[in-house]
């Protein structure tokens, strides 16, 4: 068994598959869908790593939307999703930052805890998180 180990070690390529293998299990991508009236590009979607902060700028025009947050690892295959969301120009923008679980796949329309809120309600968004790359519009 130890000469296994050894034997396996020896190949560089072997070792370097393993280890970027593993190095990808943490990258997913998150789509979000936003409103259309708002933001004539209604999604989003990026690639991002379990456990670090991320942030997206796009600009359409004179509107620049900013989504940052962090994707915790997993547990019993939910991912906790601490997301902020701010849409404007330079004369008014709305802000939210809401807490999602989110199960791989499947879409999630509503927040487990919304923290902060300058707008009226009727700006929900659909996140969603995938372990492949963003899916085709």
């Not at 190949?11 to 991508?29: E, I, M, P, R």
Request: net charge neutral; proline share 7%.
């Amino acid at each position: 068994m130890h000469r296994l180990k050894l034997f396996r070690c020896t190949f560089a390529l072997l070792c370097l598959v393993s280890a970027t293998a593993q190095q990808q299990k943490d990258w997913y991508s998150l789509a979000v869908k936003l409103q259309p009236q708002y933001d004539p590009r209604p999604t989003i979607c990026m690639v991002i790593r379990t456990g670090e902060w991320f942030e997206t700028v796009v600009e359409t025009g004179k509107t620049r939307t900013i989504v940052s947050g962090k994707l915790e690892e997993a547990k019993n295959h939910v991912f906790p999703l601490e997301l902020e969301i701010s849409q404007g120009d330079d004369h008014h923008s709305i802000v939210d930052r809401r807490i999602y679980e989110l199960r791989l796949g499947i879409p999630a329309k509503y927040p487990v805890v919304q923290e902060m809120s300058n707008h009226p309600p009727g700006f929900e968004r659909e996140v969603r998180l995938f372990h492949d790359s963003c899916p085709e519009p």
